[in-house]
């Protein structure tokens, strides 16, 4: 073969993650991640009998930035975890936002590998006295070797559907206003594991604000229609339900579907599923790109984005989400616009903070589920920058 | 005491160009209990999944997977945010479809982090210079701000950026 004819690597990442037992009682854990840009190193203790962290440390070879370094402190907030059910989400959540996602990521791997040794000593230690024990067997009894986050997403809240709120009662301030500011897209905690602000809270921020409803759109959780009414009751406030659903194409806020829907789905069966029960389909941030770059780096232009054939099974396309860039906002309704299809806008509300960033401005009267679908189908709304026009106003 | 190892593992993921509108991602896994190799090609700008395919060679396991076939619904999906929900969700749940997964999830990692290295390329190193860059890559992507320890409030580099 030519020289010419290799092709270049563009990036390379190793990782090495070696166990060895300490003492009786105790296993120890290197990591090293080595890619192009990062170069790190963990050491970690835990008990084999409970699988506690009992000790971290790490440090940086090389970083992203100068300020990398800041990460490494917050490695001590995990000692003392023990691994069993939330462990992965624990760590990622703490570890991952408030020191770095890398050394997140490299901690659980060493936590996962020390799980797989303190299985292997075991099976080493019951073969004696049980010749006929297989590895397997004992990998196999105990579930996955590794792969913590998988379990952890498996046993993610999951509530029947009790749906038929089409007739929930009017809320006071839906029946006095004719035009309706509404939020279509808000995560509440614990419903979605990700966000930090109760429902309570929540509503309590729109309220003050001035939104005139806003809309359940939680991860994998759908709301009874008893909780919605007590909520409602309690908070004097239009409070309607959605569920964002990831499927094969990116995540889906839908509206007014009675089935529960499971795990991942195919758009194209989801379509299904929202045709059937009259429903409607908005496609969430459609464009969000990655962390330090986004699509319009990689060269994705708006003529080339409407050819993609997941907008042939949505009825509307989020166009304002505050958890995207402005400028992937802005491709999102080109090709929205390009497509001639409806937008809407949520704010994605993850923390109290959040909420009504971004916003629908409704013309028709929404008083209940109903009427949401109905309007939605309408047509008769646009996205609106809530937060920044209330600013604007006072 | 001599500390022996009682167990140790091996990835590596290496992302390569091919042409002007492809890439492959490919991770290989050794560690004490098994040996899988997977291999995934997304063309560009999408970062649609063209094709994927993998190889089980050694496993603890006993469990008789097709590769092959555990893959097929990732075929067609685009690597981007939530990626790996979507193959956690694709792959079957048995010990060894997780292992296979997670490394679909590493050669997606590989991927974006090749993305992100390019963009990396372009701060200056001068460290005024590139405070300044840092700082404009969060006021452009608000994500970014409080999602690590480098990017929250204390760092010097979002020392002049407020948030609501």
């Known amino acids: 073969m030519e020289g010419g004819d290799f092709e270049m690597i563009t990036f390379t990442r190793n990782k090495v993650v070696s166990v060895w037992r300490k003492d009786d009682d105790t296993l120890g854990v290197h990591g090293i991640l080595e890619d192009d840009i990062y170069s790190l190193e963990i050491d970690v203790s835990l008990s084999l009998s409970q699988l506690e962290i009992l000790s971290i440390a790490g440090k940086w070879n090389r970083a992203e930035n100068s300020e990398c370094r800041r990460a490494i402190p917050f490695l001590q907030e995990a000692v003392g975890f023990k691994m069993g059910e939330g462990f992965t989400q624990r760590v990622q959540k703490l570890i991952g936002r408030k020191s770095c996602r890398h050394l997140a990521d490299m901690l659980l791997e060493c936590c996962y590998r020390a799980r797989d040794t303190a299985r292997v000593i075991r099976w080493e230690a019951e073969k004696e006295r049980r010749p006929d024990l297989s590895l397997d067997e004992v990998v196999s009894e105990q579930g996955d070797p590794s792969s913590g986050p998988i379990k952890d997403f498996q046993i993610s809240s999951r509530k029947p559907l009790k749906r038929g709120a089409g007739d929930l009662p009017l809320s006071k301030k839906a029946m006095i206003s004719g035009e309706m500011?509404?939020?279509?897209?808000?995560?509440?905690?614990?419903?979605?594991?990700?966000?930090?602000?109760?429902?309570?809270?929540?509503?309590?921020?729109?309220?003050?604000?001035?939104?005139?409803?806003?809309?359940?759109?939680?991860?994998?959780?759908?709301?009874t229609a008893a909780e919605v009414e007590r909520l409602r009751e309690k908070h004097d406030f239009l409070i309607l339900r959605g569920n964002e659903i990831t499927t094969d194409q990116g995540d889906v806020l839908v509206f007014g579907v009675e089935k529960e829907i499971e795990g991942i789905i195919e758009l194209k069966e989801l379509r299904q599923e929202v045709l059937k029960a009259g429903g409607f389909m908005i496609l969430a941030h459609p464009f969000r790109g990655f962390l330090t770059f986004g699509v319009g780096q990689l060269g994705l232009t708006v003529e080339k984005a409407m050819e993609r054939p997941l907008f042939e099974f949505v009825d509307a396309v989020e166009i304002m989400n505050s958890k995207v860039t402005e400028k992937e906002n802005r491709f999102a309704a080109e090709v929205a616009e390009g497509l001639n299809l409806q937008v809407t806008?949520?704010?994605?509300?993850h923390a109290v903070s959040g909420v009504g960033i971004y916003a629908t401005r409704f013309s028709d009267r929404i008083d209940n589920e109903i009427d949401l679908i109905r309007a939605l189908k309408k047509g008769n709304y646009i996205p609106v920058a809530f937060r920044e026009g209330m600013k604007k106003r006072s | 005491?001599?500390?022996?190892?009682?167990?140790?593992?091996?990835?590596?993921?290496?992302v390569e160009?091919?042409?002007?509108?492809?890439?492959?991602?490919?991770?290989?896994?050794?560690?004490?209990?098994?040996?899988?190799?997977?291999?995934?090609?997304?063309?560009?700008?999408d970062l649609e999944i063209s094709g994927i395919k993998g190889r089980l060679e050694r496993s603890v396991i006993g469990e008789k997977i097709d590769v092959e076939d555990a893959f097929k619904k990732i075929m067609g999906t685009r690597v981007g945010p939530g990626i790996r929900k979507i193959i956690r969700g694709f792959i079957g749940n048995s010990a060894t479809e997780k292992q296979l997964a997670y490394m679909v999830e590493e050669c997606c990692s590989g991927l974006i982090l090749s993305f992100t290295k390019d963009h990396l390329k372009q701060i200056p190193k001068d460290p005024k210079k590139a405070k300044h860059a840092f700082e404009n890559m969060v006021k452009a992507n608000p994500r970014l701000y409080k999602s690590c320890a480098a990017l929250s409030p204390g760092s010097p580099l979002v020392d002049n950026i407020e948030f609501d």
């Not at chain 2, 005491?1 to 290496?14: A, D, G, K, W, Y």
């Not at chain 2, 991602?25 to 291999?39: I, K």
Request: hydrophobic content about 35%.
């Open chain 1, 181 to 223: 500011i509404i939020d279509l897209h808000v995560h509440t905690s614990p419903a979605s594991p990700c966000s930090s602000a109760s429902v309570g809270e929540t509503i309590e921020e729109a309220k003050r604000i001035g939104l005139d409803g806003i809309c359940l759109t939680d991860h994998n959780y759908v709301w």
């Open chain 1, 345 to 349: 806008g949520g704010s994605d509300a």
């Open chain 2, 17 to 45: 160009q091919i042409g002007d509108d492809s890439m492959t991602s490919s991770c290989r896994l050794q560690d004490t209990l098994m040996d899988a190799y997977v291999e995934i090609s997304v063309k560009i700008p």
């Open chain 2, 1 to 14: 005491m001599p500390e022996i190892l009682s167990f140790s593992r091996n990835i590596c993921t290496v």
